[in-house]
């Protein structure tokens, strides 16, 4: 049973290029979360989603930055006109319905860096 | 606004010290907190985590200390191993949305042979 996979492992942008993100969900888990990780800092929520669904995206910027998560294929953040200061590691994290934080896993994270 | 206030940013011990991590949060409506072990280039790993309803929980050679009215809590790790250098993030998050998960800064730990 592969864990969460995320992919890129690294991504480098210019200034002003798209960056995509993708997260493939463990088997059997239907809810995604995203979290930022900028350096020296702890993990900070982003974004949760459930097929078709965002529940929640307090956590995400106004601007440049998008979730989805269709009914088929892999979760997807983008980030429009990146800037520096969106270099960070993006983790994303899934569960299956019904467990609460027990099911938590997260993957091993995409590192952006914009140059 | 931080919630959820972590120390020392790093540490150093020999094997088989015992190092101890400290989190302090701000939000009362918090009532699951779980610690995270992560390794370079990987994702957090859940460690242990802990209820307010108890005020120690131990799995193996670590274990968390809970104190509700101080709002506070630790990690204890005993016997430490080299393989235990990592970062260590405490957490935190309510029933209310108990998918959000607050981290802490997080803890470079070293445990020297």
């Known amino acids: 049973n592969a864990g969460v996979m995320q992919n890129p492992r690294h991504l480098v942008r210019r200034r002003g290029q798209e960056a995509r993100l993708r997260c493939s969900p463990m088997?059997?888990?239907?809810?995604v979360y995203w979290y930022r990780q900028l350096p020296e800092e702890g993990l900070k929520f982003m974004v949760y989603?459930?097929?078709?669904?965002?529940?929640?995206e307090s956590g995400m910027p106004k601007e440049r930055f998008s979730a989805e998560f269709p009914k088929e294929g892999p979760s997807i953040l983008r980030i429009q006109q990146v800037v520096r200061g969106d270099s960070a590691a993006y983790f994303c994290?899934?569960?299956?319905?019904?467990?609460?934080?027990?099911?938590?896993?997260f993957g091993s994270g995409t590192r952006l860096t914009v140059v | 606004q931080q919630q959820v206030k972590q120390s020392p940013q790093s540490l150093i011990v020999q094997k088989g010290g015992i190092p101890i991590i400290n989190c302090a949060y701000e939000?009362?409506?918090?009532?699951?907190f779980p610690w995270y072990q992560q390794f370079p280039g990987k994702g957090p790993a859940l460690l242990i985590a802990?209820?307010?309803?108890?005020s120690e929980k131990k799995e193996g050679r670590f274990t968390i200390s809970f104190n509700k009215s101080a709002k506070q809590f630790s990690l204890h790790i005993m016997d430490s191993q080299p393989g235990d250098s990592a970062t260590y993030f405490c957490?935190?998050?309510?029933?209310?949305?108990?998918?959000?998960?607050?981290f802490g800064k997080g803890t470079l730990l070293t445990v020297n042979p």
């Open positions: 994290a899934s569960s299956p319905p019904g467990r609460g934080m027990s099911g938590y896993t």
């Open positions: 088997k059997g888990h239907s809810h």
């Open positions: 989603l459930q097929k078709e669904n965002i529940i929640d």
């Open positions: 939000n009362t409506a918090f009532d699951y």
């Open positions: 802990i209820r307010p309803d108890v």
């Open positions: 957490a935190a998050t309510s029933g209310g949305s108990n998918y959000k998960l607050t």
